[in-house]
């Protein structure tokens, strides 16, 4: 993280609070605490949390502007076989004021009517996969109407699942689906259970223990069909609190700044790997993603391809019946916290909008 903190400059906090929200004086009274949860891993008997979150959970520079306020931060380690269903019903209860998580169970939560918004986008999306069994002669999703796929409902890759399904002229109803967790699914494939399997990085353990055979990834599809997962607060919190927003989207910004940078890949793709108990090839090809360079891929601007993708996570939550109502997208993002914290780090000519093959 040395590296991080010397790459970035910023103006002093005090100085650049964003001129449309309210200063910290007209702000409520400062909590205690900001709860943050991500998805965890345990490492070494202490949780490693994925992606840009583990940075921000170790930024000195975030912990000592929260010192100065007297607030301290508590990370709420998520397990990743239900990430959704937890982070979801920790926001309802008030068990958290942020979460690093994704597109689709967001989406859910809001059509219930707890509002959540999106503070910082995480990256241009994670790769999915669909595994099928070694012996199998299916080479396409086509090949598959009418079998066993296991597929995680409600679950962000859900989404990619579903276009890919309608790219082919097909429903998801035209299949069986088994509603299995990842763990779960990995298992019914293995054990010949399931036809296929719909996925994430963990197909190439599959197919590198040749109990897989992948047949199709989202590096063939546009950037669209991976699945999203952005930093998340609570309406009420984003708009009572917007410097200590800032602050903790800041300290996103710092991370992924970080992190695209090409000689830090390495290094990142490393402690990933060693978060998830993979080993480091897994998290290199998963990476690797051939139309996009990597520094463009940690892009956080809030790109039109942002609000589309959004849309259509609410256009495929109606359809397979996951949400009885629309939610409005345009009060989801909050891009106003990204545009003063690139300001503020200097950062606001690091990356260009592109458009996204």
């Known amino acids: ?3 991080m903190k010397n790459f970035v400059c910023w103006v002093a906090l005090a100085c650049g609070l ?19 949860a991500a998805v965890a891993m345990q490492v070494a008997g202490k949780p490693g949390y994925m992606a840009a979150a583990q940075y921000v959970s170790e930024d000195q520079t975030l912990l000592a502007e929260l010192e100065k306020r007297h607030v301290r931060l508590e990370w709420i380690p998520i397990s990743p ?11 309802t209860s008030h068990r958290i004021d942020f979460a690093f998580y994704g597109d689709l169970p967001s989406v859910i939560l809001n059509a219930s009517g707890f509002q959540t918004r999106l503070v910082a986008p995480g990256n241009l999306g994670n790769n999915v996969y669909l595994v099928v069994p070694p012996t199998s002669t299916a080479k396409s999703i086509a090949d598959l109407k009418g079998k066993r796929i296991a597929l995680h409902r409600g679950r962000p890759w859900e989404v990619s699942f579903g276009k890919l399904v309608a790219s082919n002229g097909l429903k998801v109803t035209d299949f069986k689906i088994v509603n299995l967790n990842p763990q779960a699914g990995a298992s019914a494939l293995v054990a010949g259970s399931v036809d296929a399997f719909f996925t994430l ?8 223990r040749n109990v ?7 590096h063939r599809a546009p950037v669209d069909w991976k699945m999203r997962a952005e930093l998340w607060g609570t309406r009420e919190f984003v708009e009572q609190h917007p410097d200590l927003t800032q602050l903790l989207v800041n300290s996103e910004l710092r991370a992924v700044a970080w992190i695209s940078q090409e000689q830090n890949r390495s290094r990142y ?4 790997a060693d978060r998830y108990g993979y080993p480091q090839s897994v998290v290199q090809r998963d990476s690797d993603n051939a139309n996009i360079s990597w520094k463009d891929y940690w892009s956080p601007l809030y790109t039109p391809s942002v609000t589309q993708h959004y849309e259509a996570v609410v256009a495929y939550a109606r359809s397979a019946n996951l949400i009885r ?6 009060t989801l993002i ?24």
């Open 201 to 208: 990085d963990d197909a190439y353990l599959l197919s590198d």
């Open 18 to 36: 964003m001129a449309g929200i309210a200063s910290t004086e007209t702000s409520a009274a400062d909590p205690q605490t900001i709860r943050i």
């Open 269 to 272: 793709i490393k402690d990933l």
């Open 1 to 3: 993280m040395t590296a």
């Open 212 to 218: 897989g055979r992948i047949i199709w990834s989202s």
């Open 334 to 357: 909050v891009p106003t916290f990204v545009r003063e914290g690139l300001k503020q780090l200097s950062l606001d000519h690091y990356w260009v909008a592109q458009a996204t093959p």
């Open 325 to 330: 109502s629309d939610v409005d997208v345009k």
């Open 81 to 91: 076989t239900s990430v959704a269903a937890l982070v979801n019903e920790d926001f």
